[in-house]
């Protein structure tokens, strides 16, 4: 959104942009509502969010909190903490592009060099399911693209 609206004071400068042009402004804004809703939702019940999280994790009995024999659960809460949040920011201001070139890609550098990926694959898919359980389904629709690009982009060897 931030992007397109860049471009787009760049694009029209001089002139009134066209309808096709604000096409975008348009989309976002009618979603705005249920934007705001999911972001304050996923904030409210984050700490819910992320208990829950962890017991699904835990119940795959795949050490999912263990990396070289080390106990990462306070590592992961943190880093799911925080990946939760960024994802529910970008979704309120609809910048998934700028979740992929800046977070995602510094992120994604860490995950590889702790050989994390096979658990990233997993965590985000257990997210998706969980914060399902917090938001409507307008809200969940705006919410999944973020946690489902975060997902692609970590958990891809």
């Not at 999912?64 to 939760?84: A, H, P, S, V």
Request: hydrophobic share 40%; net charge negative.
């Amino acid at each position: 959104m931030l992007k397109q609206l860049a471009r787009l004071s760049v694009d029209v400068e001089g002139r009134y942009a066209t309808d096709k042009e604000l096409q975008f402004l348009e989309a976002y804004l009618e979603s705005v509502k249920d934007r705001l809703s999911a972001y304050e939702k996923i904030r409210d019940n984050e700490e819910q969010i992320i208990h829950r999280w962890e017991a699904q994790k835990r119940s795959r009995n795949e050490n999912l909190f263990e990396l070289n024999g080390k106990d990462i659960t306070e590592i992961c809460r943190r880093d799911m903490t925080n990946m939760l949040r960024c994802s529910a920011t970008f979704m309120l201001f609809d910048d998934l592009d700028r979740l992929q070139d800046g977070l995602l890609l510094w992120y994604k550098t860490i995950v590889k060099s702790f050989g994390y990926t096979k658990y990233a694959q997993i965590n985000y898919l257990l997210i998706q399911d969980v914060i399902k359980l917090y938001l409507s389904a307008e809200e969940a629709a705006l919410m999944l693209p973020v946690l489902q690009l975060d997902r692609a982009v970590l958990g891809a060897a």
